[in-house]
């Protein structure tokens, strides 16, 4: 187990600023015997402290981990298959939709899995599972405790041992008493087989173990048609209290308005969509449409601050080839929201020539004299013989803007270039005969602007492109997360394609010029068809460890015998130099510090994340403590912003090698 290890004391100095909250860790040499003592903010280090001068005060000294440093290169093996060591198989867990958080508050890091669909889980011996929540015993290997823990207690199934559908589940300390609670989405889509459960908010007691929040919760729609396709918790106001996101699907073909609840602190929401200016509308008018005001076929959703502001911005990303949403929050008090979907360029693409989609060409084949079809070539690949045959085109709308986009699965918010704004990685599914119109899995790069807008390099420039070893090809990209695998101090990128014929996961190392170069599945990670992806340091040793699901939709030659969620154990990035921060919020901030902003700045340069409250398809969410690979740097200075109304800011210098626990306004305890 971890030992904590207390850093310094609350000092504050002159050196300070008086508005902004200090606080520090020391690296530097203090003063030796029989030399002046040291001098931090106008006051002398006792023999035993040092001086942060980045924090200007005096502080404990921590044992040197400073090692030479890591980074990948070809053939180094990066990762390797431990499913069998942590018993994923021999629990038979089949989870593709995957979320962590630390639901016992042991330092271990634990795993949500569920199965793709409405299912429910039969815990008699011999029932069908579609749900695992795993409790992380010391770093070695999981235990279920899906039952035992009543995550996925029914509110009215009266059935014996029977669980409650949860298909999106993401973490935060909903009522700010220092647990992590969960909420789970339930989609109800079938109007021949109505769900009597619905979304919950589950409250946690403290031990791992969950009740149900309230019966008259504004979200639960109970016998509603929903689809709950994404869900994120934020503080959109900054109040202190968390705040849901709701992003809906289609039911039956029709599009329903995405949510916003305001929370009130202690498990209570309200419903303030059309006050914050988040109204869409129904899918009437082109104008509309190519102007991303109509409702968002949500696949998921991401809350990240774009501008720099310090107000969370929202992002969803819309299946269908349908616009995307970029929701920018506004100046004043209160909750408040702008539409820049297509004028911050995350709508859609700017590519907009379909006549290489071979339904298309088929169509104005057969009908030469339809508007615009004048030189358009003929199919090449396709049977081409009655309208049937142009099955992937509607020529009275497929022209539009509004259907020249992605069919778009997840949003990441990370700063991969390390400018200090965060950018957008868009998972797209894209087929082979549709052309270069549909947006592809895609960086799109942050230009800094007041006005949240997004450059696109395209994948030929920053090496995200992909060959395809067969015609009929199609990208089934769903997932992805950003993640430092080889603590170099550049954020690397894992793209999961799944439900297709030859799919598989690419895992893409990040160069010094900012281009990426893919790790070979021989020593990367191997999964085919993969679907859902959670990161975090399971193990505990500084590195970043990965969870995969597998899908089994369309099986060919990319299906396993069965659909075991894998985990790959990182071997390299141990030896690394890294941190590693888990903060809390104080009075004025919600206390999971969702929202909280942090940047690392090394001889390297400067690395800025957010700590998310989930994102992604059907409720994705990685270890809530941050981590930072550090290259060859021994200390990193570090700043956070605590997501307050003040924007309250704290700065320390911290050593390498070590995991930090962080209360606002305190100093941060190192854990081992």
Request: proline share 4%.
């Amino acid at each position: 187990m971890r030992s904590l290890l207390l850093i310094g004391a609350v000092l504050l100095f002159a050196g300070c600023s008086s508005s902004k909250a200090t606080g520090g860790t020391g690296g530097n040499a203090g003063s030796g015997p029989g030399e002046e003592p040291e001098l931090c903010g106008g006051a002398a280090c006792k023999a035993e402290e040092v001086c942060d001068p980045f924090a200007q005060r005096c502080v404990e000294a921590l044992p040197s981990r400073c090692r030479p440093g890591t980074s990948w290169q070809p053939g180094m093996v990066a990762f390797r298959d431990a499913t069998e060591k942590w018993g994923l198989a021999a629990l038979g867990v089949e989870g593709t939709r995957l979320s962590v958080a630390d639901i016992d508050g042991d330092g271990f890091p634990d795993l949500s899995a569920r199965k793709v669909g409405t299912l429910s889980d039969d815990f008699a011996p011999g029932g069908v599972r579609a749900t695992w929540l795993l409790r992380n015993v010391a770093g070695e290997r999981f235990e279920d405790v899906t039952e035992a823990s009543r995550l996925v207690t029914p509110r009215r199934t009266t059935e014996p041992r029977r669980g409650r559908p949860a298909e999106v589940v993401i973490w935060a300390d909903v009522n700010n008493d220092g647990h992590v609670d969960a909420f789970t989405g339930l989609s109800n889509t079938d109007p021949k087989n109505r769900q009597i459960e619905s979304s919950e908010l589950m409250l946690n007691d403290g031990t791992g173990h969950f009740v149900l929040g309230p019966e008259d919760a504004v979200f639960r729609r109970e016998g509603d048609a929903v689809s709950r396709a994404a869900a994120v918790f934020l503080d959109a106001d900054r109040d202190g209290a968390i705040d849901l996101f709701l992003g809906n699907g289609a039911v039956n073909g029709a599009l329903s308005q995405d949510q916003l609840y305001r929370g009130l602190g202690d498990g209570r929401f309200e419903e303030v969509t059309a006050a914050a200016g988040l109204t869409t509308s129904p899918w009437k008018s082109l104008d509309d449409l190519n102007h991303g005001r109509g409702h968002s076929n949500a696949w998921g959703a991401v809350a990240c601050d774009l501008n720099g502001d310090g107000r969370p911005d929202l992002a969803v990303s819309s299946y269908g080839r349908a616009p995307n949403h970029l929701w920018q929050a506004a100046d004043g008090e209160g909750i408040s929201f702008v539409n820049r979907s297509v004028e911050s360029g995350y709508a859609f693409d700017d590519r907009r020539d379909w006549r290489d989609n071979e339904s298309a060409r088929c169509w104005c084949k057969l009908h030469p004299d339809a508007e615009d079809c004048g030189g358009v070539p003929a199919p090449q690949l396709i049977r081409c013989q009655t309208d049937a045959d142009a099955f992937r085109w509607n020529h009275a709308t497929d022209r539009e803007p509004y259907r020249l986009g992605g069919n778009s699965g997840t949003t990441v918010c990370a700063d991969v270039n390390n400018d200090g704004a965060m950018d957008l990685v868009t998972t797209e599914i894209v087929h082979w005969d549709v052309g270069t119109s549909s947006d592809p899995s895609e960086l799109l790069l942050n230009t800094g602007s007041s006005d949240v807008t997004f450059r696109r390099p395209g994948n030929e420039a920053t090496g995200l492109a992909r060959a395809h070893d067969r015609v009929d090809w199609n990208d089934g990209d769903i997932t992805a997360a950003v993640f430092d695998f080889d603590n170099d101090g550049r954020p690397d990128l894992y793209i999961g394609s799944s439900d297709y014929p030859g799919t598989r996961g690419h895992l893409y190392w990040q160069r010094e010029d900012g281009t990426f170069e893919e790790v070979p599945i021989d020593v990367g990670i191997d999964q085919k068809a993969s679907l859902g992806i959670a990161v975090a340091d399971f193990d505990g040793d500084g590195d970043l460890d990965v969870v995969v699901g597998h899908s089994r939709m369309r099986c060919e030659d990319q299906c396993y015998e069965t659909a075991t969620t894998r985990i790959f154990e990182n071997v390299m990035g141990q030896d690394g130099n890294w941190i590693q921060l888990d903060l809390v919020g104080g009075p004025n901030t919600n206390r999971s510090a969702i929202g909280a902003r942090v940047t690392v700045q090394t001889e390297l340069g400067t690395q800025t994340q957010e700590k998310g409250g989930g994102h992604g398809h059907y409720g994705m969410q990685h270890d809530p403590v941050l981590h930072f690979g550090l290259g060859k740097a021994c200390e990193a200075k570090v700043t956070i912003r605590w997501p307050d109304a003040a924007l309250t800011e704290q700065r320390f210098t911290l050593q390498s090698g070590y995991r930090y626990r962080l209360e606002q306004g305190g100093v941060p305890v190192a854990r081992r």
